[in-house]
T-cell receptor, first 114, second 113 residues
């Protein structure tokens, strides 16, 4: 079975500061990796994904994540955050072979202070 | 296109009552699923379906039933609601295949008293 651990339940940062949201996973088979974002009172939206190829993946709004197979990690980073990045962020995995079931981490609430 | 729609947005039930949460999609996606979201626990898979007539259990299926008679609809039934089922419920859909993005509905907030 797969599992995902997000090490921080809440991360407060000041506007324009860098941020890293940590995600570690456990799986005996190869997986796809995802970060989803949930803005207040909304559903989840896909932020970025790692399927194969380059281990560094980027989103259109400045976030990036790096797949580290040896450390089984997929940390999310942004060099300079904005108030609009305030949201909850979920890391998720899905096994490559098989059904499209996602396994989510517990979520990290990112709060941006002015 | 409406994408993924869920009704109702909010619902309050008494213990023991039954109800159905509706999920509909107009994207012709084969895969549909139900998750529940609880604070500090992320999203957990309840049931999923890979096509009309085919359903399977996820991580937390107890107390919930599903059926998939059409491609478009995937209702979630609570047979006898319990306070432990107080949660936010999300429906998600995707095309089948090696990888396809999952699209989430806006959610249903359910309170069981």
């Amino acid at each position: 079975a797969q599992s995902v651990t997000q090490l921080d339940s809440q991360v407060p940062v000041f506007e324009e500061a860098p941020v890293e949201l940590r995600c570690n996973y456990s799986s005996s088979v190869s997986v796809y990796l995802f970060w989803y974002v949930q803005y207040p009172n909304q559903g989840l939206q896909l932020l970025l994904k790692y399927l194969s190829g380059s281990t560094l993946v980027k989103s259109i709004n400045g976030f990036e994540a790096e797949f580290n197979k040896s450390q089984t990690s997929f940390h999310l980073r942004k060099p300079s955050v904005h108030i609009s990045d305030t949201a909850e962020y979920f890391c998720a995995v899905r096994i490559i072979q098989g059904a499209q079931k996602l396994v989510f981490g517990q979520g990290t609430r990112l709060t941006i202070n002015p | 296109n409406a994408g993924v729609t869920q009704t109702p947005k909010f619902q309050v039930l008494k213990t023991g009552q039954s109800m159905t949460l509706q999920c509909a999609q107009d994207m012709n996606h084969e895969y549909m699923s139900w998750y529940r979201q609880d604070p500090g626990m992320g999203l957990r898979l309840i049931h999923y379906s890979v096509g009309a007539g085919i359903t399977d259990q996820g991580e937390v299926p107890n107390g919930y039933n599903v059926s998939r008679s059409t491609t478009e609809d995937f209702p979630l039934r609570l047979l006898s609601a319990a306070p432990s089922q107080t949660s936010v419920y999300f429906c998600a859909t995707a095309r089948s295949g090696s990888y396809n993005e999952q699209f989430f509905g806006p959610g249903t907030r359910l309170t069981v008293l």
